[in-house]
């Protein structure tokens, strides 16, 4: 069973960046499609971008496209999430996980693989 450690959050203004990490153990990291996923406080968790296996093939929430770039490195076993021009709505709680489904991507269909790990907290002020 894949598990997952996501880093890199934080407190930042309006208009900052950041850039979260997700490292994966127990699986061939390289077979799975992998996503970042998000929740705010009152709200269900969403989906915020997704991977596929070798990283040919990105997908985006509209909410985020344009400001968010998704990546990944099979090397280390980790995707990224690098989120500019961050907006205080972006404040949530950022998850990572893998698709069980597909190696594709695609957020349509997709089937979480693993436990959720803890998340890191993106806390953007205004």
């Known amino acids: 069973q894949m598990q997952l450690v996501e880093s890199g959050g934080g407190l930042v203004q309006a208009g900052g960046s950041l850039r979260l990490s997700c490292v994966t153990f127990?699986?061939?990291?390289?077979?799975?499609?992998m996503g970042w996923f998000r929740q705010a406080p009152g709200k269900e968790r969403e989906f915020v971008a997704s991977?596929?296996?070798?990283?040919?093939?990105?997908y985006y929430a509209d909410s985020v496209k344009g400001r968010f770039t998704i990546s990944r490195d099979n090397a280390k076993n980790t995707v990224y999430l690098q989120m500019n021009s961050l907006k205080p709505e972006d404040t949530a709680v950022y998850y990572c996980n893998a698709d069980r489904s597909s190696k594709m991507g695609s957020p349509t269909g997709w089937v979480i693989d693993a436990p959720w790990g803890q998340g890191t907290q993106v806390t953007v002020s205004s």
């Open positions: 127990g699986r061939t990291f390289s077979s799975y499609a």
């Open positions: 991977i596929s296996w070798n990283g040919g093939t990105t």
